[in-house]
């Protein structure tokens, strides 16, 4: 397969053999990350929490079991046709109680209303985005005063994808995301180093200022 496509179905993933070993790949290397991504986000039991690019819906899994108030709410946002339905049949039941609802669209059209999310989490996608800046803008548009946003990667696994040209330019670099978000509204903007279960990856941390 040619890097380029590749990167493609990473960022979109499609119905196609490619789209399937993508959702294969999804399942072995994203797992710990949309797991420890919900667990930093210190969710409570009737936050609305909003997960962005949620892929066949592993995170959207975790964070349900979370929202047990009768508030609780949960969103998730894919571009994917092919990932809204995987992560529609995953968690068809809490869709059915009204917990969860999918919104098949892209970052910058995406129908949350402004101001109420309390946390978002996202893993691997922000690279992605035609636009950062406009992105983060978003983020910070539907998010709550004080709402905490994290985001997950691994950046051993990114620079080996920029080195095998699957990704392009320096938008995979972390910094370019921390200062988007600084840029849009965002404060406390950091990155720590973190372990779960042998795996070392990376959390970025903000906190929506209104």
Excluded at 148 to 169: E, Q, Y
């Amino acid at each position: 397969m040619l890097p380029n496509q590749v990167g493609k179905q990473l960022g979109h993933p499609t119905y196609s053999l490619t789209g399937w070993l993508v959702s294969k790949f999804f399942k072995w290397h994203n797992q710990v990350l949309e797991e420890n991504a919900v667990k930093l986000c210190n969710i409570e039991p009737n936050n609305t929490v909003l997960e962005l690019c949620h892929g066949p819906g592993f995170g959207l899994h975790y964070a349900s079991q979370l929202l047990t108030g009768p508030e609780g709410k949960l969103f998730g946002v894919d571009h994917s046709q092919y990932m809204h339905e995987m992560a529609s049949k995953r968690m068809k039941e809490q869709i059915s109680r009204g917990k969860l609802v999918l919104y098949c669209s892209d970052l910058m059209s995406m129908p949350i209303e402004e101001n109420t999310v309390d946390k978002v989490f996202h893993c691997n996608c922000y690279y992605f985005w035609p636009d950062m800046k406009a992105g983060a803008r978003v983020i910070h548009r539907v998010m709550k005063p004080d709402g905490i946003m994290v985001t997950t990667l691994r950046l051993d696994s990114l620079k080996r994808t920029v080195s095998r040209r699957i990704l392009n330019g320096k938008i995979w670099n972390p910094e370019v995301y921390m200062d988007a978000l600084q840029s849009s509204g965002f404060t406390d903007v950091r990155l720590d180093d973190k372990r779960d279960k042998l795996i070392n990856f990376q959390a970025i941390f903000a906190t929506a200022k209104k």
